[in-house]
């Protein structure tokens, strides 16, 4: 399908646009058919006959033919440079073998080195990776870096160990995989590109996100990631003159501060605002790599209990920090020993600046995917922020998928998305593209077909965690973000679906009534095998995705 993207008005341009005929997901009037749209705000929402009432030739006016119109999404944790590379490079989420890998690599074209996302050998029936020599020799002596699934982890070929000094770091060994700080080197050594292809990989990422629904992506910026001209490129988008309109970027800084003049020495070092010193700042890594930090050991691999990147004395210190000015701090955080020393430091912390000062600035703990019911208990306690992927659950959560494979038993209490609910921990959902895809619905989806039946929330709380729950996790200035009611921003997208309407996840705390006459806002059936199709994003008002389908 072709696509339309437009520049940014002048206000001159910037008119009426009347949506009529449809269904609108609003609050204000849960059976809205109808909205008006003046320049970035939402006036007014309701029904088709007020509508025509109300409609004249000053207005654009939008037939949405039965679409929904509803908020625009937030993903709360994406990497955009990353996510472009991933788009436009060597794509191995299907290859099944070491042999296929090596055949993918040696039939990928082009000059440069040979970059590739996506491998995850707990899908293959021999789980044997190649070695640096054989990746070598399949890409013709040019450089490889082929991220994992997971992006904590890759295989690089010879010559890229080499350049990048991988000899001696922690997580290098003598085959081709890497983690750890050698993944740091290997990766930092592989995407060393100029600044306007990296650029041109985040507007990659940027469109991917516009054409799926999504209206603003949390950056989660890091040293070890992308570093500080990265960050400085992703938040540039926000106040780019006359380029193309784009998903609004909130972006985060995974540094550790040891002290509030540390933490302002950051911040002011940046040359770029950031909503926090949060994100992709590593307590622990990923559980397909095995570096999540576990309590007891992994399944699969006896003794490897994972690794801990920080003491929960310097998390501690950390978070005091960013309580004392005012910002959010916080960690990515997956294994339960992780989450250990992740809430020691909440309590470190609060004997440090106040349990008060703790709560009110709203830390944020990204994953969080090994959690009792002691953690959770604590996390509601300080208010703690849970910015957690669903569709992780759904790509490994299954019987015999990677986490039973890694954690065995463990595997079912993860991902507790209806117990941080009923607990009254926040939360929020986001994709950490690339890890996986920028497709909203299927997220939403997630969290109703949770591998753990006790764990299943509603679709409308799942919606509601990938929307408005997105801008309040960001601590976003404008309260009204993420709904569809008069005074409101114009943020939102429009979908073309097959049905509209009640989901509940049966039992659970977040159920809602199926019954259209209880005024609940209808959402699109997901038990059909296929996501909406998304027509149109506008953010403020601006139009940032537009098929042609919208107005043919």
Not at 63 to 88: K, N
Request: net charge negative; proline share 5%; hydrophobic share 40%.
């Amino acid at each position: 399908m072709t696509t339309e993207r437009s520049t940014v008005p002048t206000p001159l341009e910037r008119k009426v646009v009347l949506y009529r005929n449809g269904s609108v997901y609003s609050a204000a009037d849960p059976l809205a058919t109808a909205m008006v749209v003046d320049g970035d705000t939402v006036a007014w929402v309701g029904s088709e006959q007020a509508a025509s009432s109300i409609a004249d030739s000053s207005m654009e006016i939008i037939d949405l033919r039965g679409a929904l119109v509803a908020p625009g999404f937030v993903d709360s944790h994406v990497h955009l440079t990353e996510t472009g590379i991933a788009l436009d490079s060597l794509q191995l989420g299907g290859v099944r073998s070491g042999r296929q890998l090596l055949d993918a690599v040696a039939a990928f074209q082009g000059d440069g080195p040979v970059l590739g996302h996506g491998w995850d050998e707990t899908t293959w029936e021999d789980a044997a990776l190649p070695g640096a020599d054989e990746l070598e020799r399949a890409a013709g002596g040019r450089r490889v870096f082929l991220s994992r699934v997971d992006a904590h982890s890759a295989l690089v070929s010879a010559s890229l160990a080499a350049d990048a000094g991988l000899a001696g770091l922690d997580g290098y060994t003598s085959g081709a995989q890497v983690s750890r700080a050698a993944h740091t080197a290997a990766r930092r050594e592989a995407r060393r590109l100029p600044d306007a292809s990296l650029r041109a990989y985040q507007q990659r990422a940027l469109t991917e996100a516009a054409e799926n629904g999504y209206v603003a992506l949390a950056e989660m910026a890091a040293p070890h990631i992308g570093g500080v001209d990265d960050l400085r490129l992703a938040a540039a988008w926000n106040t780019a003159p006359g380029e193309a309109a784009v998903p609004e970027v909130l972006p985060y800084w995974g540094e550790l501060a040891t002290s509030e003049e540390h933490a302002r020495q950051l911040l002011d070092g940046l040359g770029v605002p950031v909503r926090g010193l949060a994100g992709d700042l590593n307590i622990d890594g990923s559980l397909g790599s095995r570096t999540a930090a576990l309590r007891s050991g992994y399944s699969d691999e006896a003794g490897e209990r994972g690794s801990l990147y920080l003491t929960a004395t310097e998390a501690g210190a950390h978070l005091a920090a960013c309580s004392l000015l005012g910002i959010q701090g916080g960690f990515h955080v997956i294994g339960d020993a992780g989450l250990d020393a992740a809430l020691e430091a909440l309590e470190l912390a609060a004997a440090e600046v106040g349990e008060q000062r703790i709560r009110a600035v709203g830390h944020r703990f990204e994953h969080v995917e090994v959690a009792d019911a002691s953690a959770i208990e604590q996390l509601a306690r300080y208010s703690v922020t849970v910015s957690t992927q669903p569709r992780f659950d759904a790509v490994w959560g299954s019987n015999g998928g990677m986490y039973q494979q890694r954690l065995g038993d463990r595997s079912r209490s993860m991902n507790a998305f209806a117990s941080f609910y009923s607990a009254g921990v926040p939360i929020c959902f986001g994709s950490d593209s690339p890890v996986t895809p920028l497709r909203p619905w299927s997220s939403v989806r997630a969290c109703l077909e949770h591998h753990n039946h006790d764990e299943r929330i509603s679709a409308r709380a799942a919606f509601l965690g990938h929307t408005r729950a997105g801008w309040r996790a960001a601590k976003y200035h404008n309260p009204m973000a993420g709904q569809l009611v008069p005074g409101a921003p114009a943020s939102f997208a429009v979908w073309d679906v097959e049905e509209l309407m009640v989901q509940v996840a049966d039992g659970r705390v977040q159920s809602w009534s199926t019954d259209p006459r209880a005024r609940t806002p209808l959402l699109p059936a997901l038990d059909t095998g296929a996501d909406p199709v998304c027509l149109q994003t506008v953010r403020d008002g601006l139009e940032l995705f537009s098929s042609p389908a919208l107005r043919s």
